[in-house]
C-alpha cells in the first residue's frame, strides 16, 4: 500500500522558491499517478499538478510557468519545485497519488493515497 510523506513546506516571502518533496516509503511508486494539490483556509482542496509514469505533467492555470512537478522513480520520490511564490499560494499542499499509469485526474476524489499535508505560507 502507498505511503506517502511530504516535506519541504515553510514560511517564505513573495518571490521567493520552495521545493516540496513526496516520498513513498512503500515502494510502489512507480505504477500510480502522482498529484499536488493545495488547500487554504476556507477553500476546497484544489489540483495544483500531476505526473505520470513516463514523465508526463499536467499543471493548473493558477501555477504554469511558476510550479514544475517531477518525479525520480530510483528515489520513490516527487517533487514540486514552486518559483515566484505569492500570497496566493499560502496553503496546505498534499501529496497524492491514484493507481494507473497513463491518466491525470484532477479532482480529488479520484485519488486513493494522501500524505499528511505540508504548510506554505507566502508573505508579501
Known amino acids: 500500500q502507498v505511503q506517502l510523506v511530504e516535506s519541504g513546506g515553510g514560511l517564505v516571502q513573495a518571490g521567493d522558491s520552495l521545493r516540496l518533496s513526496c516520498t513513498d516509503s512503500?515502494?510502489?511508486?512507480?505504477?500510480?499517478?502522482m498529484a499536488w494539490f493545495r488547500q487554504a483556509p476556507g477553500k476546497e482542496r484544489e489540483f495544483v499538478a500531476g505526473i505520470i509514469r513516463s514523465g508526463g505533467t499536467k499543471h493548473a492555470d493558477s501555477v504554469k510557468g511558476r510550479f514544475t512537478i517531477s518525479r525520480d522513480t530510483s528515489k520513490n520520490t516527487v517533487y514540486l519545485q514552486m518559483n515566484s511564490l505569492k500570497p496566493e499560494d499560502t496553503a496546505v499542499y498534499y501529496c497524492a497519488a491514484r493507481p494507473g499509469p497513463w491518466t491525470i485526474k484532477t479532482g480529488p476524489n479520484e485519488y486513493n493515497y494522501w500524505g499528511q499535508g505540508t504548510q506554505v505560507t507566502v508573505s508579501s
Open positions: 512503500a515502494r510502489t511508486f512507480s505504477g500510480y499517478v
